[in-house]
């Protein structure tokens, strides 16, 4: 069975620091990916990145960075220098292919309050 | 594209009526999803379809939640009747099996349903 965990309930820091949310997922496939999803206050669900199972580089994307980890089955979300309008819940979810097609497994998500 | 659309926004009903939740996937996306998202259990998938027909329904929690997914570009979910237990964002999610945002999920804007 697939599982997501992110230890992290809630999380505040204040703006312009760094902060890192951490994802430990769990899968027997070999072959899976890895998602990172933004719920802002208003509700909706924003993809933020996807990392395929073979694809082990690390990526950055502005203020935003991924560090995914075979090894330690992890793929933390790292922001730098926050700011206000990075406040909101985020996912790390997991996806196989199982005997069906698919299967999307979410993890319970972290909900980041950035102070200004 | 439009995005995943999901209609009505908002609902408010009594016990015991009959809802019906809409949603209208992204056009040529061959999967789609229904979640539910509560405070305490989080984002959970209740039922998939893959080409139209439903994969997966382990997740809806009774018989008073049903799916449909009469053609392509629709797809219903009913709670009849409803209990206030059922108050939730219930989000659609299409997604594609091809091309470039291959196994991204595509989530709609969700609706809120409160059960008096």
């Known amino acids: 069975a697939q599982k997501v965990t992110q230890a992290q309930t809630e999380i505040s820091v204040v703006e312009k620091e760094d902060v890192t949310l951490d994802c430990v997922y769990e899968t027997r496939d070999t072959t899976y990916y890895l998602f990172w999803y933004k719920q802002p206050p208003s509700g909706e669900l924003v993809f933020l990145i996807r990392r395929n199972s073979f694809d082990e580089q690390n990526e950055i994307s502005g203020r935003y960075s991924w560090n995914f980890q075979k090894s330690t089955s992890s793929f933390n979300f790292t922001i730098t220098a926050s700011q206000v309008v990075d406040s909101a819940v985020y996912f790390c979810?997991?996806?196989?292919?199982?005997?069906?097609?698919?299967?999307?497994?979410f993890g319970p998500g972290t909900r980041l309050s950035v102070l200004p | 594209d439009a995005g995943v659309i999901q209609s009505p926004r908002h609902e408010v009903t009594e016990m015991g009526q009959e809802v019906t939740l809409r949603c209208k996937p992204i056009?040529?996306?061959?999967?789609l999803f229904w979640y539910r998202q509560t405070m305490m259990r989080g984002l959970e998938l209740l039922i998939y379809f893959n080409n139209n027909v439903p994969i997966d329904d382990s997740g809806m929690p009774e018989d008073r939640f049903s799916a449909k997914m009469p053609n392509a570009s629709f797809s219903t979910l009913k709670i009849q009747p409803s209990e206030p237990r059922d108050s939730a964002v219930y989000f659609c999610?299409?997604?594609?099996?091809?091309?470039?945002?291959?196994?991204?999920?595509?989530f709609g804007p969700g609706t809120r349903l409160t059960v008096l």
């Open positions: 999610a299409s997604k594609s099996t091809s091309g470039s945002s291959y196994n991204e999920q595509f």
């Open positions: 979810a997991l996806s196989v292919r199982d005997n069906y097609g698919q299967n999307f497994v």
């Open positions: 056009s040529g996306h061959d999967y």
